[in-house]
Nanobody
Framework: QVQLVESGGGLVQPGGSLRLSCAASGSIFEVATMSWYRQSPGKERELVAYATTGGTIEYKTAVRGRFTISRDNAMKTVYLQMNELKPEDTAVYYC?????????WGQGIQVTVSS
């Protein structure tokens, strides 16, 4: 069974950094656009960043310049480096893999930015 497993979340003070990881099993990683979404309480899930197999990368405006998405194809892992974190970045972050044939979601991981 293909899975996405996230790690790296936690509690951090404003201005701090975290790196999220999402490891994929199976063969989807090679053909999928990999994305990070987040969802705060009472809000809809929103796209944070994505990276295509062809190297295209895009970010939500609110995180551009602070967050960096990258993919390690050999390790079948996508990362989200988050710097200069703000309280409004607090959310459950989800990894997503989307190919022509299927879409997968990770279980979600909590990121809390608070002093």
């Amino acid at each position: 069974q293909v899975q996405l497993v996230e790690s790296g979340g936690g509690l951090v003070q404003p201005g701090g950094s975290l790196r999220l990881s999402c490891a994929a099993s199976g063969s989807i990683f090679e053909v999928a656009t990999m994305s990070w979404y987040r969802q705060s309480p009472g809000k809809e899930r929103e796209l944070v960043a994505y990276a295509t197999t062809g190297g295209t990368i895009e970010y939500k405006t609110a995180v551009r310049g602070r967050f960096t998405i990258s993919r390690d194809n050999a390790m079948k892992t996508v990362y989200l480096q988050m710097n200069e974190l703000k309280p409004e970045d607090t959310a459950v972050y989800y990894c997503n893999a989307r190919s022509a044939f299927e879409t997968l979601w990770g279980q979600g991981i909590q990121v809390t930015v608070s002093s």
